[in-house]
């Protein structure tokens, strides 16, 4: 199918989809996991072509993908993988797709589908498995590498499929590269900081937001502070300024473990509702199960863009981003009437 942002699909039968995967329950090294089984039927939108995506396991730079779409809203809730919070979004395989536009209309074959290699049940059991008595999950996230090849970020062809898929609008695509190429002049060596004035200047003038590359303040190797609110799911926040970020990471902007990434700064003094608290992930490079030290936040519409995103520039995986509590306050949900000594003389005067 040549498909592009936008358009409808609709996700095959169980038994389609089972005829086109292996034993492992994987189809070019692609897990279909039993999360993706309550879509089948369903017709939904791609939200992007997903022809490339970011090394998170080896942290290698981009990686090509072949014949995949994300399809809209559509992300992992680790039913089958041990409650993992993760939230992944779901890469879809072409071959488990069809045209909506034809849903109504029998398909024509030439010939009968092969015979599933795994039933239901087996595929639920390819993705978790037990070593010493401690379980070991396989996701399409713990299988990535295996599923891509690489994709140096040189390769121009690269960013003319992020416009032509319409997974990128131009304008988008010449303010990133405008500001990715005035960032790279200060490794020049020439004129180091009148460069960065130029990309400082350029970067308030092309998205109203200050740089968003300052270290923290805190020597790396000494304490960085914590704050627990117990936010939860629902409740409203914002996220503090940049500046006061900088005051709770160390020189390599980090948060007892946790990385405050240039991407996230986009959000600093915005408002966002909680989506849901991080309190286990699987690790991706072990596949097992990782408890949080401390739960961290995800809030609705809070992903990466891959603006920033060294040598992974436009990654249509959109990863949801993790935050301290340290960096959010609690906030009123929009239209409610702050509630303090000022609301109180208000109601006193009425």
């Keep these: 199918m040549k498909l592009r942002a936008g358009d409808w699909v609709e996700v095959r039968s169980a038994d389609e989809i089972l005829s086109t995967l292996d034993k492992s329950g994987e189809l070019d090294a692609m897990p279909f996991m039993a999360e993706m089984l309550q879509y089948c039927g ?28 994300h399809l809209t809203r559509i992300r992992c809730d680790g039913s089958a993988h041990g409650g993992c919070q993760a939230g992944c979004l779901i890469f879809w395989k072409k071959e488990w797709l069809k045209p909506a536009a034809r849903s109504a209309q029998p398909e024509r074959k030439s010939l009968s589908p092969s015979p599933p290699a795994l039933t239901v049940e087996e595929l639920r059991a390819a993705g978790a498995r037990t070593d010493g008595g401690e379980p070991m999950y396989s996701c399409q996230a713990t299988r990535l590498f295996a599923a891509t090849r690489p994709l140096p970020w040189w390769d121009l062809r690269q960013y003319a499929q992020d416009l032509w898929s319409g997974n990128v609008r131009v304008g988008r695509f010449l303010r990133v590269m405008i500001l990715r190429t005035l960032y790279h002049l200060r490794k020049l060596g020439i004129g180091y900081r009148a460069s960065i004035a130029l990309h400082d200047a350029a970067h308030k003038l092309l998205t109203g937001r200050p740089t968003p590359y300052l270290d923290g303040l805190i020597p790396v190797g000494q304490p960085t502070p ?39 700064a986009q959000f600093c003094e915005r408002r ?53 509590e340290i960096w959010l306050r609690r906030v009123d949900a929009p239209g409610v009437r702050a509630k303090g000594p000022e609301a109180d003389k208000d109601s006193e005067a009425v």
């Design 42 to 69: 369903q017709r939904l939108q791609v939200a992007a072509i997903a022809h490339k995506t970011c090394d998170t396991i080896n942290g290698s730079g981009g990686r090509r993908v072949a014949n995949a779409v």
């Design 272 to 324: 966002f509702r909680v989506a849901r608290r991080v309190e286990r992930i699987i690790d991706e490079r072990t596949g097992r199960m990782r408890p949080m030290k401390s739960a961290c936040i995800v809030f609705e519409g809070g992903v990466c863009s891959s603006d920033y995103s060294a040598k992974r520039l436009f990654c249509p995986r959109k990863i949801d981003t993790y935050f301290r």
């Design 226 to 264: 914590t704050e627990t609110l117990n936010l939860a799911v629902g409740e409203w926040v914002q996220v503090r300024s940049l500046d006061e970020i900088r005051g709770t990471t160390n020189w390599r902007n980090f948060n007892r473990g946790m990385r405050f990434d240039p991407e996230m």
